[in-house]
Every structure is written in C-alpha cells, then in structure tokens.
C-alpha cells in the first residue's frame, strides 16, 4: 500500500467515525426528547400532538439503487422513516432474526422479513459466506422484492461485502466497489480477498431489476460474465422491458 493509499484510507476511516459520532450524539438527543414528550404530555395543545414524528435515517443509511436502500439495524427511532419508504422487504444479514418490536412493525406494515444467517465474525476474518452472498443478490435483483432494505449489526461489513459483490456482478472496478465499501467500512486484507475472489452461479428471476445491467448491451441482459455463472439469462425478459413496465408504473 502507497502512502498516498494509505492517506487516503485513513482520510476515510477519520470522516466515517466523524459521521458515526455525530449520529449517535444527535439520535440520543432526539431518543430524550421523544421520550420527555411522551411522558409530558399535558398542556400540549391538539396542533402539537397531531405534528408528524421526527425521521431518522438509519446509521449508515444509503441509497444502493432505486427502491434498494440500506443501513444499520432498524432502531425504533428509524420506523417513521422507513415507513416513509414504502418497503416490501427488509433482509437481515445478522445472527438472528429481527426484534419482536421490529417484527411488529414489518408485519403491521406488511413488509416480507427475509433473514440470511450471519455470523458475527466469520471464518477467515468475514462473517458472511459466498452461498449467502449469492442468496442475497438473488433476492436483491428480484424486482418483486422492491422497495427492499438491506442491513446487518452495523451496517457495515457484511451489507458491504454484499454490495460489493452485486457491484461486481455490474462490471463495476475495483476502484469503484473499494471506494463505496470504504465509506461504510474498514476494508480489511479479508473484504478485498471476499470480493477479490468472488465467484458465483447467479439464478436471474423472470423479473429482474433494470438497473443491473442497464447501457451494457442492446438487450439490457449479460449472457457472460468473467467471474458469474448467469442461469437462465435468455429466458428472462430484457432489461429495457422491465425498465419500461416500470416507468409505466410510476406514472399510473
């Protein structure tokens, strides 16, 4: 690793634990305030407490794709604001299923909770296995399962490596994957060798999402891939297909 590399690295480790810091410094404010008004509520006037919740990205919250979102752990706090998604699907990459607080939520707003088992730390330094990965990007690249948000404990690394593996599956660089990943998470000499040596049987769902592979060919589908088996690429509907279908959704 050059010096510049390593300035870098550490440039972005600095600026994410500014980011992290300040997260948990104004949730904890706002988790005191919200619990002060509800046990306050006296003399407030019907204006006041018909006013709409606060809302609260989760930790790590980022936009992936349309309709594909991902973050940290969903806290009470970040229900509002995931409500506000109008989510289908919630897939946890943790050790086990979500909170019973959580779960009610998801089925109170009928959002599909999908759990791939993690481990907390993993075998060679990463908690998630190439069979899970290629299970989440399956469920990812689903349209059915859109709007979907992806998270683990943290938010960080196994939602990263998952990432960076779909990223890979669209032809992304190194560069690109490694500069995303580095901004959610360290990246240890184990993610790179993950992503590095990724390699996968991908099973294509008759309604894949547009973007995957979107500008790559005149059809929208990739038959080859230099580290991805594709199943079933020619009996899936073209990209441009689903594309349309989709803008005509939208503006129904």
């Known amino acids: 690793m050059t010096s510049a590399t390593r300035r870098i690295v550490l440039e972005r480790s600095q600026a994410r634990t500014a980011r992290d810091d300040e ?13 002060h008004t509800e046990h306050n509520t006296e003399g407030i006037s019907d204006h006041e407490e018909d006013n709409p919740p606060l809302l609260v990205t989760p930790l790590r ?10 973050g940290l752990y969903p806290r009470k706090i970040n229900l509002p604001f995931l409500r506000r998604l109008k989510l289908k699907t919630i897939l946890s990459l943790t050790p086990e299923p979500l909170e019973d607080e959580i779960a009610k939520f998801c089925n109170d707003e009928g ?3 999908t759990h791939i088992k993690t481990s907390k730390s993993g075998k060679k ?3 998630i296995s190439y069979k899970e990965v290629t299970q989440a990007i399956e469920i990812i690249i689903s349209q059915q399962h859109a709007p979907l948000y992806i998270h683990c404990l943290n938010g960080s690394q196994a939602t990263s490596l998952v990432i960076a593996c779909l990223r890979k599956l669209s032809f992304w660089r190194t560069s690109s994957i490694l500069s995303e990943f580095m901004y959610y998470s360290e990246v240890s000499a184990a993610d790179h060798k993950f992503v590095d040596e990724f390699k996968a049987e991908i099973q294509l769902p008759q309604d894949t999402v547009p973007w995957i592979w979107m500008g790559l060919s005149r059809k929208g589908i990739v038959e080859n891939h230099p580290t991805v088996k594709i199943k079933n690429a020619n009996n899936s509907p073209s990209i441009e297909a689903a594309a349309e279908a989709q803008e005509a959704e939208s503006e129904q």
């Open 23 to 35: 997260y948990e410094r104004s949730t904890r404010r706002t988790e005191t305030d919200c619990d």
């Open 61 to 70: 919250y980022g936009i992936v794709q349309p309709k594909l979102y991902r």
């Open 111 to 113: 959002i599909k909770m």
């Open 125 to 127: 330094g990463v908690p």
